[in-house]
């Protein structure tokens, strides 16, 4: 864990992780399909940011949320951190252009949206990346038993068909009832079940009644 240490303390200035995120790294270092389960303010990014600057090759990030997407990658842009994201405002040329700058321009991050990866463009271009690891967020999205679901989440698990089997896949949210976090595992094709949950409880607050 020292070389992912050395990374955050490089990029993010801190000299130690968050509850669970070393066990989710460490997951991720031993190249297991991993789900996540954290509380918002949890540093979920810091768990496939951290491991992707330590590794050779590309992370995809695949998220719902445009202004996410966009937020992130100005942030780590902000810090020399090569990273882009493709989106449904972009026209088609400058998305061929995107995606042959993430091949051959040393990127080290994607985001793109669910519903992009079933292009043909994207799973064509999918195959000639070197990726180090395809992190999911908002993963309760695939479940239909989750209270968000996306119908475009189901087709993730696809891209496992275009890219080497060795490629971990991360999966995140803040939110899964047990039922939902076996159906984000079975959704995305998990070669085993390997849960890491953190406790919602929040020592900080807590709730008065008056009556």
């Known amino acids: 864990m020292e070389k992912y240490r050395q990374v955050l303390t490089k990029y993010w200035g801190f000299t130690s992780f968050k509850p669970l995120q070393e066990e989710i790294i ?6 297991k399909d991993t789900l996540g389960l954290m509380p918002t303010g949890g540093g979920k990014s810091m768990t496939f940011q951290v491991p992707a600057m330590a590794k ?12 996410l997407m966009k937020d992130q990658v100005d942030r780590l842009n902000r810090m020399e951190i090569r990273a882009m994201a493709i989106h449904s405002g972009m026209s088609g040329e400058e998305i061929d ?31 000639q990346m070197n990726l180090s ?14 209270y968000d679901f996306r119908p475009s989440y189901l087709n993730i698990a696809k891209l496992r068909e275009f890219i080497p089997q060795t490629v971990p896949f ?5 939110t899964a009832t ?10 995305l094709g998990f070669r085993e ?11 900080n607050i ?3 009644v008056r009556t």
Not at 26 to 31: N, W
Not at 97 to 123: H, M, W
Not at 170 to 174: D, G, K
């Open 26 to 31: 460490r997951s991720i270092d031993q190249g």
């Open 56 to 67: 050779e090759g590309i992370c995809l990030v695949i998220t719902p949320l445009i202004a």
């Open 97 to 127: 252009i995107a995606l042959d700058n993430v091949i051959y321009g040393e990127y080290k991050f994607l985001y793109v949206s669910p519903e992009r990866l079933s292009t043909r463009l994207f799973q064509t271009r999918a195959a």
């Open 133 to 146: 690891l395809v992190a999911v967020d908002e993963a309760h999205c695939i479940s239909q038993w989750g």
């Open 170 to 174: 991360l999966a995140l949210t803040a």
């Open 178 to 187: 047990p039922r939902v976090a076996e159906d984000i595992m079975e959704k």
């Open 193 to 203: 079940k390997n849960i890491h949950r953190m406790s919602f409880a929040r020592k």
């Open 206 to 208: 807590s709730y008065l």
